[in-house]
């Protein structure tokens, strides 16, 4: 098991305001601000196992093949999005808490950026001309 401190801002839009979502969670359980993320009565929380067999329960109902998927596929999607968002890899690597570069296999590039990467290599290329 691994605690991290995760810092979340407020957002604008009262509907996607993770914090004030999260100080109304604690209040309603009377939990400390200290308790983990998925809290639902003192000292109770919802764990791995419990997060994603009801995961596998939605992607089911919603006609997903639930074998796909995985709590960490949490992991990997926000590595990648955070990445795709402008985000350095050390960025990456440190919130996500790898030690290592096994983090870099996570990074997905869609077309685009790929594209991006490539004319970047091509302008490098003919400036040096």
Known sequence: ???????????????????????????TVDA??????FTYGKGRFIGYTQFTNR????LRKAGLNPDL?????FRRGGASFLFSSGASQLMVQVLGGWSS?????????NEEDRLDAQLLMARAINDSI
């Open 32 to 37: 400390p601000p200290d308790a983990p993320a």
């Open 101 to 109: 570069l096994c983090y870099t296999r996570y990074l997905y590039m």
């Open 69 to 73: 998927f995985s709590g960490h596929s």
């Open 1 to 27: 098991k691994r605690d991290m401190c995760i810092p979340i801002p407020s957002n604008d839009d009262p509907c996607l305001d993770i914090d004030s979502h999260l100080i109304l969670l604690m209040e």
């Open 55 to 58: 995961l596998k329960q939605i």
